[in-house]
Every structure is written in C-alpha cells, then in structure tokens.
C-alpha cells in the first residue's frame, strides 16, 4: 500500500517533470519519443500511476536537462518509498550486448563529411553518458551507401560488383577525451552496401566499461570512394540526443547547391545550413540542431553546378 508520504514524493516528481517538459516546449508525446518510451508512460508518471525508475530519471534528466533538479525529486521518492539506494549491475564477463546501449544518451555531437579528390571521409564525435544502471560495454554503429537509391535494380548490381567492405574503409575508433583509446571493432551484419559493427569499450591492452552516470567521448571516422557514396549525409536519431552538428565540407569549385530537412512523426521540416569559406579552397556547410526527437532523420542533400561524380550516401548511425 502507497504510503502518503511516498504519494507526496512522487507528485512533486510529477510537478517536476511536467514543469521542465512545458518548459522545454515539449507534448508527452514528444517527451517519450526523446526517452525511447511510449506515450502512455509518460502520463502514468505524470498522473501518479506509476513509480519513476531510475533509468526514467535518468533519461528524463537528460533530455530536458534541469540542472540535477529531476534526479533530486527521484531521490525523494526512492526514500519515501524506503528503496534501497541503488548500485551498479556489474558485468563478469565482457561479452559485447547490442542491448546495453539502450541506457546511452548523446549530449553532443560533432559529424562532418569532407569530399576530396574522388573520396568521401566521415568523421563522427559523440559525447555520451550512462544514464542506466549498468556498465554499458559497446556501442553500435553503422555505415550504408546507396548511389542509385530511385533505381534499386542498379544499386544491386552496383555493390555486387563492388561491395562495401570494412577493411576498405579506413575505419578508425576511439574512446576518450585526453588520451583516446582505440576501441575494438565487432562486424554484426554487412550486405554489398551496408556494414553494421559495435565499437568495444575496450582493445588488447585494456577492457574500460562506461559506468552508470559516467560520460565519455566516442569518436570514428572512414571513408568511401564517391563511386560508392553520394549527395546525401543522414542522421538517424537512434539514442537520445541533446545537441547535434553536421557539417559538409566541399570544393569551392564545385559551386554545390546544399539544403537540409528534418523528417520525424510531425513531418518534414526544410532548414537551410550555414555556409562559410574553409581551408584549402573549400566550403563548409553547417546545420546545429538541439532537443532532436527520437527517431527523426537528419538530412543534408547537394548538388554540384559543375560537373562532378554523382552518387549517394548514408550516415545512419
């Protein structure tokens, strides 16, 4: 039976989280997209029909960001509830789980496209933390290219001719801000035009978990010949994500046309990114988004006015 003291807790919870989700302009619904849970729990929370979690709190906090307001009301309830305080579930073994990095939030993140001399190379920084209450052990990640994507016949043909390979893309990963650890790389599936992997918080010198609350820096990079790649670099936002950057970086010369749109549940929405000179006679082409809702893509799509090579491409990780 739920004390009164346990419901008193759990509605200043609830006049929490709906003060910071008003506050961020954000319906339930948008909410749970954010979070990665459904609509409905977010109003049994809100309505007192449900106990918050720590991983709600955590999620909860990292979205709407409220200054450790959201996780002291959690704390709360936990007491008045008489909940044991909670410690980390941690891991015997060191198998990498695809399923860990539910419990990840990207607080920000860098990714840039450069096109030089017949090549297309990706690089992607993310800061994420742990806002679950185990170790979290890999990170998943994947590379897709489709040049033809209107004409699936030729595609197939394409990247059966030349597929899309791991060893030839140069990858690189890295984990941590002042001295980075090269992480490990697990292919879980490929095709002729995509590669999926999860990044291992760990290599053959050290195994370096991410435990619950911590943050840390993961960055990738790779390339892919524009034979293979092409005129649009896509985000899907697969994790929460608090701030994002794309930047595309392209020859002058080529006098390319870039626009950008967000696809999400509420629809398409066009931008139109900032363009400033870069180095070596280049120009960088730049789009920041904040409080981005799960499951939305990110788009930035060009066109060249002089000739050049005609593809397509796909960041979907």
């Given at each position: 039976?739920?004390?009164?003291?346990?419901?008193?807790?759990?509605?200043?919870?609830?006049?929490?989280?709906?003060?910071?989700?008003?506050?961020?302009?954000?319906?339930?619904?948008?909410?749970?997209?954010?979070?990665?849970?459904?609509?409905?729990?977010?109003?049994?929370?809100e309505s007192l029909r449900h106990h918050p979690t720590l991983e709600f709190a955590g999620r909860a906090e990292a979205v709407l960001a409220s200054g450790g307001e959201i996780i002291s009301r959690y704390e709360q309830c936990r007491q008045a509830a008489g909940?044991?305080?909670p410690s980390p579930v941690l891991r015997n073994d060191y198998e990498p789980s695809p399923m860990l990095p539910a419990t990840l939030v990207i607080e920000e993140e860098n990714a840039t496209l450069t096109y030089?001399?017949?090549?297309?190379?990706?690089?992607?920084?993310?800061?994420?933390?742990?806002?679950?209450?185990?170790?979290?052990?890999?990170?998943?990640?994947?590379?897709?290219?489709d040049r033809f994507p209107d004409q699936p016949g030729v595609s197939r043909r394409l990247y059966a001719e030349s597929p899309l390979q791991l060893s030839d893309l140069d990858f690189e990963a890295f984990v941590g801000d002042d001295r980075p650890e090269p992480m490990d790389v697990s292919v879980t599936r490929s095709s002729d035009a995509y590669v999926k992997m999860v990044l291992v918080f760990g290599n053959a010198r050290a195994r370096?978990?991410?435990?619950?609350?911590?943050?840390?820096?993961?960055?990738?990079?790779?390339?892919?010949?524009?034979?293979l790649w092409g005129q649009w670099f896509q985000r899907d936002i697969r994790f929460p994500t608090r701030a994002l950057t794309?930047?595309?970086?392209?020859?002058?010369a080529l006098a390319a046309e870039v626009s950008a749109e967000i696809l999400s549940y509420a629809g398409i929405k066009g931008f139109s990114p900032t363009e400033a000179p870069g180095e070596n006679g280049t120009v960088v082409y730049t789009l920041r988004l904040r409080e981005l809702l799960l499951t939305s893509q990110i788009r930035l799509r060009w066109r060249f006015a002089e000739r050049a090579p005609s593809a397509w491409g796909d960041l979907a990780a």
């Amino acid at each position: 039976m739920t004390s009164q003291l346990e419901l008193t807790a759990r509605a200043a919870f609830a006049q929490v989280l709906t003060a910071w989700r008003t506050r961020r302009g954000l319906s339930k619904k948008q909410l749970a997209a954010s979070m990665g849970y459904h609509p409905s729990y977010i109003s049994h929370v809100e309505s007192l029909r449900h106990h918050p979690t720590l991983e709600f709190a955590g999620r909860a906090e990292a979205v709407l960001a409220s200054g450790g307001e959201i996780i002291s009301r959690y704390e709360q309830c936990r007491q008045a509830a008489g909940e044991p305080t909670p410690s980390p579930v941690l891991r015997n073994d060191y198998e990498p789980s695809p399923m860990l990095p539910a419990t990840l939030v990207i607080e920000e993140e860098n990714a840039t496209l450069t096109y030089a001399e017949g090549w297309y190379s990706c690089r992607v920084e993310r800061v994420v933390r742990n806002v679950g209450d185990r170790p979290v052990t890999c990170y998943p990640v994947r590379v897709d290219v489709d040049r033809f994507p209107d004409q699936p016949g030729v595609s197939r043909r394409l990247y059966a001719e030349s597929p899309l390979q791991l060893s030839d893309l140069d990858f690189e990963a890295f984990v941590g801000d002042d001295r980075p650890e090269p992480m490990d790389v697990s292919v879980t599936r490929s095709s002729d035009a995509y590669v999926k992997m999860v990044l291992v918080f760990g290599n053959a010198r050290a195994r370096f978990p991410l435990y619950p609350g911590e943050r840390t820096r993961v960055t990738y990079s790779y390339r892919v010949p524009a034979s293979l790649w092409g005129q649009w670099f896509q985000r899907d936002i697969r994790f929460p994500t608090r701030a994002l950057t794309m930047s595309l970086r392209l020859p002058a010369a080529l006098a390319a046309e870039v626009s950008a749109e967000i696809l999400s549940y509420a629809g398409i929405k066009g931008f139109s990114p900032t363009e400033a000179p870069g180095e070596n006679g280049t120009v960088v082409y730049t789009l920041r988004l904040r409080e981005l809702l799960l499951t939305s893509q990110i788009r930035l799509r060009w066109r060249f006015a002089e000739r050049a090579p005609s593809a397509w491409g796909d960041l979907a990780a």
